[in-house]
């Protein structure tokens, strides 16, 4: 396998194939078990976040993949050197890696601690070990092909996942006594949780800031992400690409959908039995699946969320050590072409220790639903790249190059400082996950406080 295939695919892939594999990447388990639960907090408020993703999506594909193929990158970070310089550079990649590592360790705890509940426990296994042979496994397909293989492993993960999800609302609904599609969406919009828009302005879930929140989740989360944007970047050209992203919009909108819809129908399906609700809504459908469904509506559901970890974490792996190898050791510039396999291989096997190790951590420190814990993490995380990638894109203005990594962290701090004090300070208003927006304007305002003049040739 050359460098070439690991890192891009060779530009070869099927833009369709690119399509249906990123649903599972984007989806992964926090989506198949925390956002059916999550509907007993929030009812479908989760569907004014996915609204806006549209918006986000339609510029990636307008305004990111067209800049990142004229550059032709393989790092998306490496436009933050070209643009503003050095530091600049390495401190998009940083934030990246710190995202992704948080991010994508969180999305397979979950699915880890399900598979441990269900399966492990009973074997004697403990937790560490069940998690080391999850990532131990992921390595071991990922180290060799890279990206090539991933696109085509992230196929047949959706396939899987999406299965799961559509199989478990049939098996619910005829539990439920429920005849028909018709039938079926009756029962779910008929239900008060599934109530869609919230437009009490000092609620976190209230629908500008929701809708808002999802089209710059979706701008930082997927367009800023190597992760999703190295799938992006195997297509053969700037058409498939765009073909790609406007398929996938539409895909991920009816699925999302759907596990929401899901949500109803579990709620209802624990109404109907006397059955007590867990106290974490993250539990519901783990426990539904493994103690009152029948032994095939368990096994689906062990399979989708098996499926839903490993299209999350394995194209993880690989973006991550694509973003190490090229944004910090910069092998194609400082290595012969023999040596830049065993270093990424090095760093391949370095990321796997490194996700084992977070993994481990949060199971110590986690008490909410883990889709919360995703979209917080990256309002803080991301925002540096919001603002970032917004200055460069929207301005022409050179910064102090030396300053930016100072202004990243902190920005964030004082996104936390007024996050934590808002209520106070701005008459009952709470931020939900429009945070990221205050974090990315703080560092553009950063940005702005200490550049100058204007680039030239721009």
């Known amino acids: 396998m050359t460098q070439e295939t690991f890192f891009t695919g060779d530009r070869q892939s099927p833009w369709f194939l690119v399509a249906f594999g990123m649903i599972g990447a984007s989806l992964s388990g926090v989506t198949f078990i925390s956002v059916p639960g999550e509907v007993g907090n929030s009812n479908f408020y ?17 305004v990111l993949l067209p800049l990142y193929y004229r550059l032709n990158l393989v ?31 969180i999305r397979v705890f979950l699915v880890a601690g399900v598979l441990q509940l269900i399966l492990f426990d009973d074997w004697g296994i403990p937790f560490w070990v069940s998690v080391l042979i999850t990532v131990s496994l992921i390595w071991l397909y990922t180290h060799r092909g890279g990206i090539k293989t991933v696109v085509w492993t992230d196929t047949l993960q959706t396939l899987f996942m999406l299965m799961a999800v559509g199989t478990g609302i049939v098996l619910v609904s005829q539990d439920l006594g429920i005849e028909g599609a018709k039938g079926l969406f009756t029962s779910v919009f008929e239900d008060s949780r599934s109530t869609i828009f919230n437009w009490d302005w000092q609620s976190g879930t209230n629908f500008f800031k929701q809708f808002a929140s999802g089209a710059f989740i979706t701008i930082v989360m997927t367009g800023l992400d190597q992760d999703m944007m190295q799938k992006n970047l195997t297509c053969k050209n ?59 509506a368990g096994t689906v559901f062990v ?23 090229f944004d910090f050791l910069e092998i194609e510039r400082k290595y012969p072409r023999d040596k830049q396999q065993k270093i990424r291989k090095r760093v391949h096997l370095a990321f796997t220790a490194l996700m084992f190790l977070v993994i481990l951590l949060f199971r110590w420190i986690n008490d909410q639903s883990v889709i919360n814990s995703v979209f917080i993490i990256a309002g803080y995380t991301y925002g540096p790249l919001l603002g970032l990638y917004s200055f460069g894109l929207f301005t022409k203005r050179i910064v102090k190059d030396k300053v930016v990594p100072f ?16 209520e106070q300070w701005l008459f ?15 560092m553009f305002l950063g940005l702005w406080l200490f550049s100058h003049g204007k680039v030239r040739g721009s």
């Open 75 to 105: 790092s998306i970070y490496a436009y933050l050197e070209d643009r503003f310089g050095f530091w600049s550079y390495k401190t998009g990649a940083f934030f990246f890696i710190l995202s992704r590592i948080l991010g994508s360790s």
């Open 407 to 422: 202004i990243a962290v902190l920005a964030p701090l004082l996104a936390f400082l007024v996050s934590v004090n808002s």
């Open 46 to 62: 989760y569907f004014q976040v996915v609204m806006g993703y549209t918006l986000g999506y339609l510029v990636i594909a307008k």
């Open 303 to 325: 399979l989708g969320i098996i499926a839903a970890a490993y299209s999350s974490a394995d194209s993880t792996l690989t973006a991550l050590t694509t973003s190490f190898c």
């Open 238 to 296: 700037i058409g498939d690409a765009q073909k790609n992203m406007l398929w996938f919009t539409v895909i991920l909108v009816i699925v999302n959908l759907l596990f929401l819809m899901l949500g109803v129908l579990l709620y209802q399906y624990c109404e109907v039995n006397n059955i007590t609700l867990p106290t974490k809504t993250d539990d519901l459908y783990p426990m539904l699946a493994t103690e009152h469904f029948s032994v095939f």
């Open 428 to 442: 009952g208003y709470r931020f939900g996950f429009e945070i990221l927006i205050l974090n990315g304007a703080l």
